[in-house]
């Protein structure tokens, strides 16, 4: 079946570090990729998506790029900020049959040390 | 805020009861999703509502169900509630369900905490 793998987490970095968070993906179909935010206490927002191969998603400074070559989707920011701590998702919306569920990895956290 | 509504907040209760969890989609959505995320099985989608009828089941439970109403909200009935049953519930809401393309958007969630 469709599944999503995410980068182990917690990343820590320093303020103005450059992030990449790793995600790749296995689907039957093609795909649409997400990347959801969830910061402390919160639910979860949309950050970017991509919905065919080579589509770039931006938002907020963060980027990422729908690789169907490599099956992947890798989050990247050039530098970050404290603000930017939170858990972040990679997903996927494959419709089958009758749903365009969303599949989620299993989540990355980001810690952004001053 | 992304326009989907959910009550209550948080939900404290024992083993053995049973809650019922509400969701407001966005305005003009006709699908309504409802995801579970626990610690040990990460963010799962449970069940999918379309315009009132089911449209697609995942990973729910016997003891859980949903439905939507004729004005779109949405509800989650879990009963016999056990201890692994605490996690957050999110809903979800997009246009139509139908459509890869579509971006589903999210409440804040309702944290249920069984005792």
């Known amino acids: 079946g469709d599944s999503v793998t995410q980068m182990e987490g917690p990343v820590t970095l320093s303020e103005e570090a450059f992030l990449t968070i790793n995600c790749t993906y296995t689907a039957t179909g093609y795909p649409s990729l997400f990347w959801y935010v969830q910061y402390p206490g919160e639910g979860l927002q949309l950050l970017l998506k991509?919905?065919?191969?080579?589509d770039k998603g931006s938002n907020k400074g963060f980027e990422a790029t729908y690789r169907k070559e490599t099956t992947s989707f890798h989050l990247e920011k050039g530098s970050v900020q404290v603000s930017d701590s939170a858990v972040y998702f990679c997903?996927?919306?494959?419709?089958?049959?009758?749903?365009?569920?969303?599949?989620f990895g299993t989540g990355t956290l980001l810690a952004v040390q001053p | 805020d992304s326009g989907v509504t959910q009550t209550p907040k948080h939900l404290i209760t024992a083993t053995g009861q049973r809650v019922t969890l509400r969701c407001s989609p966005r305005?003009?959505?006709?699908?309504v999703y409802w995801y579970q995320q626990s610690l040990d099985q990460g963010l799962q989608f449970l069940i999918q509502?379309?315009?009132?009828?089911?449209?697609a089941k995942g990973n729910i439970l016997e003891r859980f169900s949903a439905q939507q109403f004729p004005d779109l909200h949405s509800e989650l009935n879990l009963s016999s509630l056990e201890l692994g049953d605490s996690a957050l519930y999110f809903c979800?809401?997009?246009?139509?369900?139908?459509?890869?393309?579509?971006?589903?958007?999210f409440g804040p969630g309702t944290r249920l905490l069984v005792l």
């Open positions: 509502y379309y315009n009132g009828e089911e449209r």
């Open positions: 979800a809401s997009s246009a139509r369900g139908d459509g890869v393309r579509e971006t589903q958007y």
């Open positions: 997903a996927l919306s494959d419709y089958g049959g009758a749903t365009n569920k969303l599949i």
């Open positions: 305005s003009g959505d006709l699908s």
């Open positions: 991509a919905t065919k191969a080579d």
